[in-house]
């Protein structure tokens, strides 16, 4: 397909299980980004990837969440020993490499609804 | 730092009737904002957004935006609310940058519209 592609759509997991949610970002998309949005809440952002830069992980909300990306391809973000404030969605975004002149918006995926029992 | 703070989690407004929805923001720096649309079970939509050209800025399904520096505002509006228009609509700031451009969010203002 043309855009971001997220799996699973929903996942429903016990309390202490790892899991790990997957995002394809549209081809050619050097930057990409992984948000959270928890229940009434807007969405936070969880960490940053461009190519293969350092990525930007100061939103990781604690050493449980990690995610890796491999050049410009796919991305996972994986969750240990999940909590149960770790149920919400999980949106993951990706852009082209922008110009000096041209803003390159960012596309989000449908996410993965995360469920903590 | 940035922050966004969208005034009324939701607003509920007749077919055919304005629709303004309040957006301000926070930030150190000439900031880029955007307003994006949720609907039930998707991603975020963009519907416009303010890179320091115009201040007024138009965008899909109607909608248009005014950056105000002097009120650090950047609220939304549409002249005649429509069904389709029933959603979710997040507020958003970053940081120009030739890299990370991550977004801060609002918290969302759900719009109802009553037929």
């Known amino acids: 397909g043309a855009g971001v592609s997220q799996s699973p759509s929903n996942k429903v997991t016990e309390k202490g299980k790892d899991v790990e949610l997957r995002c394809d970002p549209i081809s050619g998309h050097t930057a990409l980004y992984w948000y959270r949005q928890r229940l009434g809440q807007g969405l936070e952002f969880l960490i940053y990837?461009?190519?293969?830069?350092?990525?930007?992980k100061s939103g990781l909300p604690s050493d449980r969440f990690s995610a890796e990306r491999t050049g410009e391809s796919v991305s996972t973000l994986t969750i240990q020993r999940t909590q149960q404030e770790d149920s919400a969605v999980y949106l993951c975004?990706?852009?082209?490499?922008?110009?000096?002149?041209?803003?390159?918006?960012?596309?989000f995926g449908d996410g993965t609804r995360l469920s903590i029992l | 730092a940035q922050s966004v703070t969208q005034l009324g989690s939701h607003v509920s407004v007749s077919e055919g009737a304005l629709v303004l929805l309040r957006c301000n923001y926070s930030s150190s720096v000439p900031p880029y904002l955007f307003w994006y649309v949720q609907y039930p079970n998707q991603g975020l939509q963009l519907l416009l957004k303010?890179?320091?050209?115009?201040?007024l800025v138009k965008g899909i399904n109607g909608f248009e935006a005014e950056f105000k520096k002097s009120e650090t505002s950047f609220h939304l509006t549409k002249p005649s609310a429509h069904m389709r228009d029933a959603a979710e609509y997040f507020c958003a700031v970053s940081r120009p940058n030739f890299g990370n451009e991550k977004l801060t969010f609002g918290t969302g203002t759900r719009l109802t519209i009553i037929p």
């Open positions: 990837f461009q190519g293969n830069s350092a990525p930007d």
């Open positions: 975004a990706s852009s082209p490499t922008r110009s000096a002149t041209d803003y390159q918006p960012q596309h």
């Open positions: 303010y890179t320091s050209a115009a201040t």
